[in-house]
């Protein structure tokens, strides 16, 4: 398999308005150290209780509280709103070449018990 045209992909990818918006957003509001560990705990929370949900279980409490607690600080910040929001757009334009991938390859990635 030659693969020049995903080479060329990838650039296309770092050419795109989605990933320029995103790379320029992430190096100002990753700059800032509070900002960056509030980010990483959201994404670790996000994560932990996605995971939940997946398995079937509710997520805890706790960490919904502190997940929403969380998300509301981040997002009440301009920046850092319009941060998270491209970044969401970089990984549904992924998740879309994904997807398109896939089903060129006749390969079923779904997650057995997830509708989608």
């Known amino acids: 398999m030659d693969y020049s045209t995903t080479y060329r992909l990838a650039q296309e990818i770092r050419d795109s308005e989605e990933y320029k918006t ?9 700059a800032e150290e509070t ?8 994404r670790k929370l996000q994560m932990t209780i996605q995971m939940s949900a997946m398995s079937g279980n509710a ?4 960490d919904m509280q502190r997940f929403s607690g969380i ?4 997002f009440s910040k ?4 319009q ?4 970044e969401m757009r970089l990984q549904q334009a992924l998740a879309d070449i994904f997807r398109i991938l896939t089903e060129a390859a006749d390969v079923d990635m779904a997650v057995p018990g997830i509708e989608g």
């Open 35 to 42: 900002t960056a560990a509030l980010i990483r705990e959201y």
């Open 71 to 74: 998300s509301s600080l981040l």
């Open 22 to 30: 995103y790379h320029d957003l992430k190096e100002s509001v990753m």
């Open 59 to 62: 997520a805890n409490e706790e």
């Open 83 to 86: 941060f998270l929001l491209s």
């Open 78 to 81: 301009p920046e850092v709103s």
